[in-house]
């Protein structure tokens, strides 16, 4: 049974630029939440899909946005990308439903210089 | 707004010398607290959640239990591959039900 995955791992990318970043949920899943993790910190919340739709949101800019396809995998988008945004993006899904336990990938790491 | 704070931010142990890890957390009705454990570089792996004040749970080296103002995780005679992040997170009933975390412990256990 797949995990969430996540691509790609690794990026480096120049301030300004913009990024998309990829998650497929672990299978049976159709919720997908997206966190940012900067070093030492723990995992903040940025958004949650649910039926394609944006359900909630947590204190990001609108340079933050995501996207969830009809096979629930889920993009995240960062434009105008600035030093700050560097950290870890960790995509994690859960079953249909609010409040039950969710599920991590292993991350992709995105460094802005 | 929920709130989350982990003790200590880090810890040293020698393999087999027990301990543990604190999670004082502020929420408006707790529906569920989760441990996660993260390794340096990757995503957070599930361990446990715990819903009501008195529950415990166990998976092999660690206990997981529950108050209404915290939670410990007990780690008995630990081994050089327990060593991580361990990140403790609650789930606010009533709320959008969007976990908070703490900043997590780093355990280190030396051989």
């Known amino acids: 049974d797949a995990g969430v995955t996540q691509s790609p791992t690794h990026l480096i990318k120049t301030r300004g630029q913009q990024v998309t970043l990829r998650c497929s949920p672990k299978?049976?899943?159709?919720?997908v939440s997206w966190y940012q993790q900067a070093l030492g910190q723990g995992p903040q919340f940025i958004f949650q899909?649910?039926?394609?739709?944006?359900?909630q949101r947590g204190n990001f800019p609108d340079r933050f946005s995501g996207h969830q396809f009809p096979n629930y995998s889920s993009e995240l988008n960062v434009n105008a990308l600035l030093l700050g945004d560097s950290a870890l993006y960790l995509c994690?899904?859960?079953?249909?439903?609010?409040?039950?336990?969710?599920?991590f990938g292993e991350g992709s790491w995105l460094t802005v210089v | 707004e929920d709130q989350v704070t982990q003790s200590p931010e880090a810890l040293r142990l020698q393999e087999g010398e027990s301990s543990s890890l604190n999670c004082s957390y502020t929420?408006?009705?707790?529906?569920?607290l989760f441990w996660y454990r993260q390794d340096p570089g990757k995503g957070p792996e599930f361990l446990f959640t715990l819903y009501s004040a008195g529950e415990e749970k166990e998976k092999e080296r660690l206990k997981a239990t529950l108050t209404k103002k915290e939670s410990f995780l007990h780690i008995t005679a630990p081994k050089p591959e327990d060593s991580a992040t361990y990140l403790c997170a609650v789930q606010a009933a009533g709320g959008s039900y969007i976990p908070t975390f703490g900043r997590g412990t780093s355990l280190i256990v030396h051989p």
């Open positions: 899909y649910y039926e394609e739709e944006e359900r």
């Open positions: 994690a899904s859960s079953p249909g439903g609010r409040g039950n336990t969710i599920y």
């Open positions: 299978s049976g899943h159709d919720t």
């Open positions: 929420v408006s009705g707790l529906r569920g």
